[in-house]
T-cell receptor, first 115, second 113 residues
Framework: NAGVMQNPRHLVRRRGQEARLRCSPV?????VYWYRQLPEEGLKFMVY????????ESGMPKERFSAEFPKEGPSILRIQQVVRGDSAAYFC?????????????FGNGTRLTVT | AQSVTQLGSHVSVSEGALVLLRCNYS??????LFWYVQYPNQGLQLLLK??????LVKGINGFEAEFKKSETSFHLTKPSAHMSDAAEYFC???????????FGPGTRLSVLP
């Protein structure tokens, strides 16, 4: 049973470029969460998606950031025109869905470095 | 709104000593509670969870936690620390199972030889 797969593990971008982070949830999980973690800080919620639907994006900056979880394929977190402050570890977690007695399952994260 | 506090951003114990990591939550409904561990450069791994039933929950690696409703607490303990326990520990709460997971700020555990 494959867990949550995130790629790439490490991503280096220059200021102004686009960063695209991918997350394949646990098979059968229809809900995906994205979190950001800065050094020496905890997890900050960004966005919560169900397939083809954004349920809660209250933690995601209104500009430059977007997320999707298409019917087929991985969830994508996109950061346009990256700045140095975007450097962080981005974690994806998946869940079977509302009411399911299951915790969040996390991937190993993508570490984004903006130079 | 639900929230989680973890007292002590950094806890140090000696190898073989008791580990106690504190977690308090606020929730308007009976919560679901979780402890996760994060090793360097890795994602979060579930240690244990409380949903319903027995208030003392046993997890992996010898950890356990007790849900105390009257104290709104879910402290994590381990009788004897091991060097391999050094990591970051996160407490989390969910009011609506499958939505709205809220994480505490984390506690970094150091184990001294």
């Amino acid at each position: 049973n494959a867990g949550v797969m995130q790629n790439p593990r490490h991503l280096v971008r220059r200021r102004g470029q686009e960063a695209r982070l991918r997350c394949s949830p646990v098979k059968g999980h229809s809900h995906v969460y994205w979190y950001r973690q800065l050094p020496e800080e905890g997890l900050k919620f960004m966005v919560y998606l169900q397939k083809e639907n954004i349920i809660d994006e209250s933690g995601m900056p209104k500009e430059r950031f977007s997320a999707e979880f298409p019917k087929e394929g991985p969830s994508i977190l996109r950061i346009q025109q990256v700045v140095r402050g975007d450097s962080a570890a981005y974690f994806c977690a998946s869940h079977p869905g509302l009411g399911a007695y299951s915790p969040l399952h996390f991937g190993n994260g993508t570490r984004l470095t903006v130079t | 709104a639900q929230s989680v506090t973890q007292l002590g951003s950094h806890v140090s114990v000696s190898e073989g000593a008791l580990v106690l990591l504190r977690c308090n939550y606020s929730s308007s409904v009976p919560p679901y509670l979780f402890w996760y561990v994060q090793y360097p450069n890795q994602g979060l791994q579930l240690l244990l969870k409380y949903t319903t039933g027995a208030t003392l929950v046993k997890g992996i690696n010898g950890f356990e936690a007790e849900f105390k409703k009257s104290e709104t607490s879910f402290h994590l303990t381990k009788p004897s620390a091991h060097m391999s326990d050094a990591a970051e520990y996160f407490c989390a709460v969910s009011e609506t199972y499958g939505q709205n997971f809220v994480f505490g700020p984390g506690t970094r555990l150091s184990v001294l030889p």
